[in-house]
């Protein structure tokens, strides 16, 4: 079983970065896709990015594509997510995600951090 703890998160302006970072226990950290997920108040729970096993493969919803980058580090135990010219649309609470396939997909996670806020103020 994998423990997942998010960080990182606080209030930003909009315009500026910030770098999440989600440390991996209990498992083969190694062996698991791992997903970056958030949802804003009065919402539901959105995907926003994916990594394979390996890190060769990545996935970005499309509000984020071009902004926010996914990585992680296996010897590390730890999933990254840089999120760069952040607007208030960004604010949430992120979420980090493990799934057994090991290659990262929009569905499907078993494991689950108990998230960090974002806030983006304008």
């Known amino acids: 079983q994998v423990q997942l703890v998010e960080s990182g998160g606080g209030l930003v302006q909009a315009g500026n970065s910030l770098r999440l970072s989600c440390a991996a226990s209990?498992?083969?950290?190694?062996?698991?896709?791992m997903g970056w997920f958030r949802q804003a108040p009065g919402k539901e729970r959105e995907f926003v990015a994916a990594i394979s096993w390996t890190g060769s493969s990545t996935y970005y919803a499309n509000s984020v594509k071009g902004r926010f980058t996914i990585s992680r580090d296996n010897g590390k135990n730890t999933l990254y997510l840089q999120m760069n010219s952040l607007t208030p649309e960004d604010t949430a609470v992120y979420y980090c995600?493990?799934?057994?396939?090991?290659?990262?997909?929009?569905?499907?996670?078993?494991?689950w951090g108990q998230g960090t806020q974002v806030t983006v103020s304008s």
């Open positions: 209990g498992g083969t950290f190694s062996n698991y896709g």
């Open positions: 995600a493990a799934e057994p396939s090991g290659l990262g997909s929009m569905t499907d996670y078993d494991y």
